[in-house]
Protein backbone atom coordinates (compact mmCIF):
# COMPACT_ATOMS: atom_id res chain seq x y z
CA UNK A 1 0.00 0.00 0.00
CA UNK A 2 0.93 3.36 -0.70
CA UNK A 3 0.03 4.96 2.53
CA UNK A 4 -1.61 8.30 3.40
CA UNK A 5 -1.44 10.35 -0.24
CA UNK A 6 -1.61 14.34 0.56
CA UNK A 7 -1.05 16.61 -2.50
CA UNK A 8 0.51 19.12 -2.63
CA UNK A 9 3.48 18.71 -0.51
CA UNK A 10 3.79 22.76 -0.74
CA UNK A 11 1.28 25.27 -1.86
CA UNK A 12 1.72 29.43 -1.37
CA UNK A 13 -1.24 31.53 -2.07
CA UNK A 14 -1.45 34.65 -1.31
CA UNK A 15 -3.92 36.06 0.88
CA UNK A 16 -7.68 35.99 0.13
CA UNK A 17 -7.56 33.06 -2.22
CA UNK A 18 -8.38 29.85 -2.32
CA UNK A 19 -7.01 27.03 -1.04
CA UNK A 20 -7.76 23.11 -1.19
CA UNK A 21 -6.08 20.14 0.18
CA UNK A 22 -6.18 16.80 -1.13
CA UNK A 23 -5.62 13.54 1.12
CA UNK A 24 -6.21 9.71 -0.11
CA UNK A 25 -6.36 7.34 2.54
CA UNK A 26 -4.83 3.87 3.01
CA UNK A 27 -8.06 1.36 1.87
CA UNK A 28 -10.13 -0.27 4.10
CA UNK A 29 -9.22 2.82 6.93
CA UNK A 30 -12.60 4.05 8.39
CA UNK A 31 -11.25 7.10 9.59
CA UNK A 32 -9.79 9.96 8.47
CA UNK A 33 -8.52 12.68 10.64
CA UNK A 34 -7.01 16.60 9.72
CA UNK A 35 -4.54 17.66 11.58
CA UNK A 36 -2.85 20.74 11.56
CA UNK A 37 0.77 21.48 12.89
CA UNK A 38 2.07 25.11 14.47
CA UNK A 39 4.96 25.60 16.61
CA UNK A 40 2.43 27.43 18.87
CA UNK A 41 -0.42 24.53 18.82
CA UNK A 42 1.71 21.60 17.71
CA UNK A 43 -0.68 18.99 16.64
CA UNK A 44 -4.11 19.91 16.61
CA UNK A 45 -7.23 18.23 15.31
CA UNK A 46 -9.14 20.21 13.04
CA UNK A 47 -11.73 17.06 11.90
CA UNK A 48 -12.11 13.68 12.05
CA UNK A 49 -14.92 11.50 10.02
CA UNK A 50 -15.80 7.64 10.45
CA UNK A 51 -17.03 6.29 7.60
CA UNK A 52 -16.96 8.90 5.23
CA UNK A 53 -19.49 10.88 7.82
CA UNK A 54 -17.75 14.07 9.57
CA UNK A 55 -18.14 13.07 13.63
CA UNK A 56 -16.29 15.96 15.17
CA UNK A 57 -15.32 19.53 13.25
CA UNK A 58 -14.97 21.81 16.38
CA UNK A 59 -11.67 21.99 15.68
CA UNK A 60 -12.17 23.56 12.61
CA UNK A 61 -10.55 27.38 13.33
CA UNK A 62 -13.81 28.77 11.83
CA UNK A 63 -15.92 29.03 8.86
CA UNK A 64 -13.06 29.66 6.15
CA UNK A 65 -12.59 26.13 7.05
CA UNK A 66 -14.53 23.18 5.34
CA UNK A 67 -13.78 19.64 4.78
CA UNK A 68 -15.80 16.90 2.54
CA UNK A 69 -15.38 13.42 2.42
CA UNK A 70 -17.41 12.36 -0.13
CA UNK A 71 -15.98 8.71 -0.68
CA UNK A 72 -13.91 6.33 1.34
CA UNK A 73 -11.00 7.03 -0.98
CA UNK A 74 -11.28 11.04 -1.04
CA UNK A 75 -10.87 14.06 1.17
CA UNK A 76 -10.51 17.57 1.31
CA UNK A 77 -9.53 20.41 3.36
CA UNK A 78 -11.08 23.70 1.71
CA UNK A 79 -9.52 27.59 3.03
CA UNK A 80 -11.38 30.03 1.81
CA UNK A 81 -10.34 33.18 1.98
CA UNK A 82 -7.16 31.85 3.34
CA UNK A 83 -5.21 34.30 5.70
CA UNK A 84 -0.98 34.58 6.87
CA UNK A 85 -2.27 32.56 10.00
CA UNK A 86 -3.13 29.65 7.70
CA UNK A 87 0.37 28.69 7.11
CA UNK A 88 1.23 25.74 8.93
CA UNK A 89 1.66 21.75 8.18
CA UNK A 90 -1.51 20.36 7.68
CA UNK A 91 -1.44 16.41 7.64
CA UNK A 92 -4.13 13.67 6.97
CA UNK A 93 -3.89 10.63 8.92
CA UNK A 94 -6.19 7.34 8.54
CA UNK A 95 -6.83 4.22 10.47
CA UNK A 96 -8.58 0.88 11.25
CA UNK A 97 -10.01 2.60 14.44
CA UNK A 98 -9.22 -0.42 16.37
CA UNK A 99 -7.32 -0.02 19.72
CA UNK A 100 -4.80 -3.21 19.34
CA UNK A 101 -3.89 -1.87 15.43
CA UNK A 102 -4.21 1.77 16.28
CA UNK A 103 -1.28 3.68 14.92
CA UNK A 104 -2.66 6.55 12.69
CA UNK A 105 -0.72 6.17 9.56
CA UNK A 106 -0.10 9.92 8.43
CA UNK A 107 0.56 11.33 5.21
CA UNK A 108 3.97 13.53 4.67
CA UNK A 109 1.72 16.49 4.98
CA UNK A 110 1.63 19.83 2.84
CA UNK A 111 3.13 23.18 4.00
CA UNK A 112 0.76 25.84 3.55
CA UNK A 113 2.01 29.45 3.25
CA UNK A 114 -0.01 32.15 2.82
CA UNK A 115 1.84 35.51 1.86
CA UNK B 1 -6.69 23.37 26.36
CA UNK B 2 -3.45 21.72 25.76
CA UNK B 3 -4.70 18.76 27.56
CA UNK B 4 -1.71 16.77 26.85
CA UNK B 5 1.78 18.59 27.42
CA UNK B 6 4.88 18.03 26.60
CA UNK B 7 6.93 20.75 28.98
CA UNK B 8 10.52 20.14 27.18
CA UNK B 9 10.89 21.84 23.61
CA UNK B 10 13.94 20.13 22.84
CA UNK B 11 16.41 17.45 24.06
CA UNK B 12 20.34 16.63 23.47
CA UNK B 13 21.74 13.17 24.59
CA UNK B 14 25.28 12.06 23.60
CA UNK B 15 25.00 8.87 21.28
CA UNK B 16 24.85 5.52 23.53
CA UNK B 17 23.03 7.35 26.39
CA UNK B 18 19.82 7.16 27.64
CA UNK B 19 17.45 9.74 26.53
CA UNK B 20 14.13 10.26 28.38
CA UNK B 21 11.14 12.23 27.16
CA UNK B 22 8.54 12.85 29.41
CA UNK B 23 4.56 13.59 29.04
CA UNK B 24 2.21 15.00 30.84
CA UNK B 25 -1.79 14.97 30.61
CA UNK B 26 -4.54 16.18 32.24
CA UNK B 27 -7.56 14.26 31.48
CA UNK B 28 -8.52 11.53 33.56
CA UNK B 29 -10.56 9.71 31.08
CA UNK B 30 -7.71 9.25 28.46
CA UNK B 31 -6.42 5.43 28.93
CA UNK B 32 -4.70 4.80 25.95
CA UNK B 33 -1.13 6.45 24.93
CA UNK B 34 1.02 6.42 21.98
CA UNK B 35 3.81 8.44 21.03
CA UNK B 36 4.62 9.37 17.87
CA UNK B 37 8.14 10.28 16.22
CA UNK B 38 8.89 12.51 13.00
CA UNK B 39 11.80 13.32 10.80
CA UNK B 40 11.82 16.51 8.83
CA UNK B 41 9.22 16.64 5.72
CA UNK B 42 7.35 13.53 7.04
CA UNK B 43 4.43 12.62 8.43
CA UNK B 44 4.38 11.24 12.25
CA UNK B 45 5.35 7.30 12.58
CA UNK B 46 3.57 5.45 15.35
CA UNK B 47 6.28 4.06 17.77
CA UNK B 48 5.52 2.70 20.75
CA UNK B 49 1.76 2.39 22.94
CA UNK B 50 0.74 1.79 26.45
CA UNK B 51 -2.59 0.91 27.85
CA UNK B 52 -3.66 2.39 31.46
CA UNK B 53 -4.02 -0.99 32.98
CA UNK B 54 -0.12 -1.63 32.40
CA UNK B 55 2.59 0.71 33.37
CA UNK B 56 5.21 -0.49 31.54
CA UNK B 57 5.74 -1.62 27.97
CA UNK B 58 8.79 -2.37 25.97
CA UNK B 59 9.45 -2.72 22.12
CA UNK B 60 13.25 -3.29 21.59
CA UNK B 61 15.40 0.04 22.70
CA UNK B 62 12.68 1.82 23.48
CA UNK B 63 10.03 1.90 26.85
CA UNK B 64 7.44 3.29 27.96
CA UNK B 65 6.52 3.97 31.31
CA UNK B 66 3.04 5.35 32.49
CA UNK B 67 2.20 6.34 36.14
CA UNK B 68 -1.37 6.79 36.51
CA UNK B 69 -1.58 8.95 39.49
CA UNK B 70 0.73 11.65 38.66
CA UNK B 71 -0.83 11.87 35.26
CA UNK B 72 2.81 11.10 34.04
CA UNK B 73 4.62 9.22 30.81
CA UNK B 74 8.01 8.78 29.50
CA UNK B 75 9.61 7.43 27.09
CA UNK B 76 13.29 5.79 27.48
CA UNK B 77 15.75 4.79 24.58
CA UNK B 78 18.44 2.98 25.19
CA UNK B 79 21.05 2.72 24.26
CA UNK B 80 19.80 6.53 21.93
CA UNK B 81 21.58 6.13 18.32
CA UNK B 82 21.82 9.16 15.82
CA UNK B 83 19.24 7.59 13.64
CA UNK B 84 16.65 8.63 16.62
CA UNK B 85 16.87 12.07 15.95
CA UNK B 86 13.10 13.47 15.17
CA UNK B 87 10.08 15.17 17.10
CA UNK B 88 8.80 13.21 19.58
CA UNK B 89 5.01 13.87 19.69
CA UNK B 90 3.34 12.16 23.00
CA UNK B 91 -0.51 11.49 22.62
CA UNK B 92 -3.37 10.18 24.61
CA UNK B 93 -6.96 8.67 23.27
CA UNK B 94 -10.34 8.59 25.49
CA UNK B 95 -11.83 5.48 24.40
CA UNK B 96 -11.34 4.88 21.20
CA UNK B 97 -11.77 9.05 19.95
CA UNK B 98 -9.38 11.25 18.17
CA UNK B 99 -6.21 11.42 19.33
CA UNK B 100 -4.68 14.75 21.66
CA UNK B 101 -1.28 15.27 20.98
CA UNK B 102 1.15 17.08 22.53
CA UNK B 103 3.46 19.86 21.25
CA UNK B 104 6.29 17.74 20.76
CA UNK B 105 10.11 17.64 21.59
CA UNK B 106 13.07 17.73 19.40
CA UNK B 107 15.25 14.86 20.69
CA UNK B 108 18.55 15.59 18.94
CA UNK B 109 21.50 12.34 19.08
CA UNK B 110 25.17 13.49 19.16
CA UNK B 111 28.05 11.59 18.36
Known amino acids: DAGVIQSPRHEVTEMGQEVTLRCKPI?????LFWYRQTMMRGLELLIY????????DSGMPEDRFSAKMPNASFSTLKIQPSEPRDSAVYFC?????????????FGSGTRLTVV | DQQVKQNSPSLSVQEGRISILNCDYT??????FLWYKKYPAEGPTFLIS?????DKNEDGRFTVFLNKSAKHLSLHIVPSQPGDSAVYFC??????????FGKGTSLLVTP
Open chain 1, 49 to 56: FNNNVPID
Open chain 1, 93 to 105: ASSQGYRENYGYT
Open chain 2, 91 to 100: AADNSGYALN
Open chain 1, 27 to 31: SGHNS
Open chain 2, 27 to 32: NSMFDY
Open chain 2, 50 to 54: ISSIK
